[in-house]
């Protein structure tokens, strides 16, 4: 990947923001990647060397890293601090690097650290309940040694003391205990995600289609519909189909379509949208009435 340096910053700066210690060990792939879409991570391998980062958009994932070193050497005991764990699925050997494991005689707890934004924490994740359950698969099935639950370590960003709503969290670290599924609903979903995954890549080595991002996965917004009075700016009512607000529509009233928006690939969160035939084809198609 070419890395740019935008906004000038000195080199020791540069140095530290583009150190790189990250490794998935001997494994086809980490439970990070195959939680995420084939489609990104296939175009990701193809245009490496051709696709640009700024330096400075590292930033949050190098102090999100150096939240993680804060507390690596202050587990002991029943804590086991950064192992990461492999296990042999359909073929492929699949690792997961977790953050704490607490070790108690009926169970594991599993730990990982995520640093965030707050509106994170009040409106939930769920690739972090996907996650953690795949480290739950892959711990059990390891150490042949059950999973009692799991848990983040959210470590808020931008929290601020003057949060007053009755959600806001009441402190920028907090413990949040993620949803855990049945051992049976942890395998299915490892084993399918690998499943996925490998089939992606046999069907791009013999010239076939890379299988599409899901809408979760583009993080779409669909299109809306606003009910307005005419000449006035502000929406009555928002409408999820043309259909409903048309049907809704009185006299001296117009339907306005707000657009919907793919927002990782519009804001090229996953760095390859210009190679991306399905991102290039929704960005000419016309919008549906």
């Known amino acids: 990947m070419k890395l740019t340096n935008k906004h000038n910053l000195p080199e020791p700066v540069v140095k530290a ?17 195959l939680i995420d879409s084939p489609r990104i991570r296939i175009l990701r391998q193809e245009h490496w060397d051709d696709m640009e ?73 769920p690739e972090w309940e996907r996650q953690l359950n795949c480290y739950a698969s892959l711990v059990r099935r390891s ?40 051992e049976e609903e942890q395998d299915a979903y490892l084993n399918g995600r690998v499943h996925l995954h490998q089939q992606a890549e046999f069907d791009r080595l013999v010239g076939g289609n890379l299988v599409s991002c899901s809408s979760e996965e583009m993080w779409e917004k669909p299109a809306k519909y606003a009910i307005k009075k005419k000449g006035n700016k502000r929406a009555l009512k928002l ?7 048309q049907e809704a529509l009185q006299p001296g009233q117009l339907i306005e379509i707000r657009p919907g928006e793919r927002t990782r690939c519009a804001a090229n969160w996953c760095r390859v949208n210009a190679w991306c035939d399905q991102y290039q084809n929704y960005i000419t198609e016309p919008v549906d009435e």
């Open 143 to 182: 150490k042949n040694f059950p999973v009692k639950s799991l848990k983040v370590i959210a470590m808020m960003r931008d929290w601020k003391s003057s949060g007053r709503e009755s959600d806001y969290p009441p402190s920028p670290i907090m413990v949040i205990d993620i949803p855990m599924w049945s």
């Open 17 to 33: 923001l583009t150190r790189n210690e990250y490794t998935r060990g001997a494994s086809n792939r980490s439970i990070t990647q």
């Open 53 to 125: 980062e700024d330096v400075s958009e590292k930033l949050w994932a190098v102090l999100g890293t150096a939240a993680h070193k804060m507390f690596e050497d202050t587990a002991e005991g029943q804590f086991i601090s950064e192992e990461r764990v492999f296990l042999e699925v359909e073929g492929w050997t699949i690792s997961g690097a977790i953050d704490v494991q607490h070790v108690e005689a009926d169970g594991i707890t599993i730990i990982d650290y995520k640093t965030c934004s707050v509106w994170s924490v009040i409106m939930g994740k």
């Open 239 to 245: 409408y999820e189909s043309h259909g409903e607000a």
